[in-house]
Structure formats: structure tokens, C-alpha cells
């Protein structure tokens, strides 16, 4: 039985791109003793191993699910004590506008808009109110380079829906946590399992951990939007219809047998998904598939209504199928 009060908390914490600390911590937690090796690169990655029982027809496989989340920086602070900011990561202004944020050290704030035509594609536009009248007086709370983010509480909705902040990506952590527990070794590959860091300001965090591992194939675990319920965006995704296997993504190219054993996988254990594709963004298949000579990646993903916003949505259902697919695929013998 999954541990939902795990992805509550793994949502609730603080971890910006670049100040990815909170969340690090908890996953190091909850990795003890599940893995046979575990580090924390320079850059913050953690990368867990899971070692098969080997032979010649055993891979690396690298799952990699990202811990940051979006946010904002601030990067003036007036006479009057708001703070002027800008984003980290693609913040949607209007997913801001009216609502509170809170700072790494705690201090909440209020989003207000200077011009609201003008904030429509300029974060700068906006501002954040703390409660001060002076600058002086919020420097005692807030310095520029000050990170933000969404104040987006655990809630559980109908028919198994979650709703919180930070879904995109802490889902796909949780996610990959629940398939390690499953992971006994007896498969024929060593996994590895990656909690990357930075991948929304430029897939940065992946990038670097596979220049570590030099894996055989790669495989991003994220979240994709929800296109069943009216947004600006159109496609076949939807919220509670199983875990969607990546056909489409505009960041990388999936190679073609990896795709094809995915879907043969939940054909074969009676996994729910749909087949996904995502014509904008990225994921960090995109660096995986290009560091060293080139690695070949898949992807699936959670299907995410309202992603980038305090109040995303996903399934329980999707996600158990995501855990099964994950367990399942990693134990595959793959013949390249």
C-alpha cells in the first residue's frame, strides 16, 4: 500500500531549482536501506543504485525524476518595501496574481500586479507584499536573491484525486521511491534511480548524472499536462485514464524498440495507460539522450491537470499504475 502522507510531504517542502535541500533530505531518508549504493553529486543529484543479479544480458537503466519546482527570484526591492521578482522556471503570472508565496526562511508573502496586461508574459510585472512599508524594513526578512515559491496545500479530492502544489515533479520521486521498495534484484539490470536537480530552468541535474552513470538507456518519470478539461493546450492526455507512456516529446527523440517494449510491457500485465505525446516543454530525456556518445531514452509520465500552479491534480490510480510499469519495465531483458 503506497504511503500517500510520503508525497504529501514530499509536496509541502521547499525546493525551488537550485534550492532543492528540503527535498534531498527526505529522499535520502527514505532511501536508507533500500539501495546498494547512494550518493549526492556536486551538483545535488541523488543517485541510488539497485544492482540485478547481472549476466550478459543485463543493462544500466537510469530513471530520473526531478525534485525541483518552479518559483521566483527577487531581484529588486522598492522604497515602498514590495519586492519586484522574476521567474525560476516557467511560472504562469496568472497562476500568482492574488495569491500568497512563501520564502525558504519561511516568510510569506502576497502576490500584486503593477500591470495586469503587462504581467500576462512579464513576471516582473509582478510583485510580492510581505507586509512591510519601508525597504529597510523588509530587508529584515527578504535580501535580493531570495527564492520563492507556490504555498499549494495537500488536499484529497473525489474519485482519488490529489490536489496539491509541486506535483511536477515530486509525483515522479514518489513514484520512483514506491518502485525501489519493490526492487528485490532480482532482475537482470542494475537501476538507477535519479533525483535530479535543476530540471526546470534547463534539465540541468540529468545531464550531469548521466555523464556519471554512462547508462544503456534512459527513462524520464515526470508529469504531463491534462488536455480533458478545457486550457491552452490540446491534445489526448486525461487525468485518471492510466499512466501515459511518452510517444512525443519535443525535447528528445524516444527511440522506437524502447517505446515498443513500454507498451508491450502494459499489454502484458494489464498495466492502465494511454499513449502520450507532448508538443511543448521538455523533460530530462532530453539530456540523458545527449551526454556521452548518446544514450537511448523513453519517458512516461503523470498526467497532471493544472501543472505549474498550487493546486495540480493528479490520480492515485495513474500513479499505481506508473509504480507497476516502473517495477515491470526495469525487470525487462532488453535485446540491444
Not at 527514505?30 to 549504493?37: A, F, I, N, R
Amino acid at each position: 500500500m503506497e504511503n500517500y502522507e510520503l508525497l504529501k510531504e514530499l509536496t509541502q517542502a521547499f525546493g525551488v531549482s537550485g534550492r532543492e535541500r528540503r527535498v534531498r533530505e527526505i529522499i535520502l531518508r527514505e532511501l536508507s536501506g533500500l539501495c546498494d549504493e547512494v550518493k549526492v553529486d556536486a551538483i545535488g543529484n541523488v543517485i541510488a543504485l539497485k544492482k540485478g543479479r547481472g549476466g550478459p544480458e543485463g543493462k544500466r537503466v537510469m530513471l530520473c525524476a526531478h525534485m525541483d519546482e518552479i518559483g521566483m527570484q527577487v531581484k529588486k526591492i522598492f522604497p515602498d518595501g514590495r519586492l519586484q521578482m522574476c521567474r525560476v522556471g516557467w511560472v504562469w503570472t496568472s497562476a500568482l496574481y492574488h495569491d500568497q508565496v512563501v520564502f525558504q526562511n519561511g516568510t510569506i508573502g502576497v502576490v500584486g500586479c503593477a500591470d495586469i496586461e503587462g504581467a500576462k508574459n512579464d513576471c516582473g510585472k509582478l510583485y510580492v507584499d510581505i507586509g512591510c512599508t519601508t525597504k529597510e524594513d523588509a530587508e529584515k526578512y527578504v535580501q535580493v536573491g531570495d527564492y520563492c515559491g507556490f504555498v499549494g496545500p495537500w488536499y484529497e479530492l473525489q474519485n482519488g484525486r490529489i490536489s496539491a502544489k509541486s506535483l511536477d515533479d515530486r509525483a515522479g520521486c514518489f513514484l520512483l521511491l514506491e518502485a525501489l521498495r519493490r526492487n528485490k534484484g532480482e532482475g537482470p539490470n542494475d537501476v538507477y534511480y535519479v533525483f535530479s536537480v535543476q530540471e526546470e530552468v534547463g534539465c540541468r541535474g540529468s545531464k550531469t548524472a548521466a555523464q556519471q552513470i554512462r547508462p544503456d538507456m534512459g527513462v524520464s518519470v515526470d508529469v504531463t499536462p491534462d488536455h480533458f478539461y478545457p486550457c491552452d493546450l490540446e491534445g489526448s492526455s486525461a487525468v485518471g485514464e492510466g499512466i501515459s507512456v511518452t510517444l512525443g516529446d519535443p525535447s528528445a527523440m524516444l527511440d522506437e524498440y524502447l517505446v515498443e517494449e513500454m507498451l508491450s510491457c502494459c499489454e502484458e500485465k494489464g498495466i492502465k495507460y494511454q499513449r502520450g505525446v507532448m508538443d511543448r516543454g521538455g523533460t530530462d530525456a532530453s539530456s540523458m539522450n545527449l551526454s556521452g556518445a548518446g544514450v537511448r531514452v523513453a519517458g512516461i509520465a503523470l498526467v497532471d491537470r493544472y501543472p505549474h500552479s498550487k493546486c495540480s491534480v493528479i490520480s492515485k490510480d495513474d500513479l499505481r499504475a506508473g509504480i507497476e510499469l516502473v517495477h515491470h519495465y526495469t525487470h525487462r531483458v532488453f535485446a540491444f
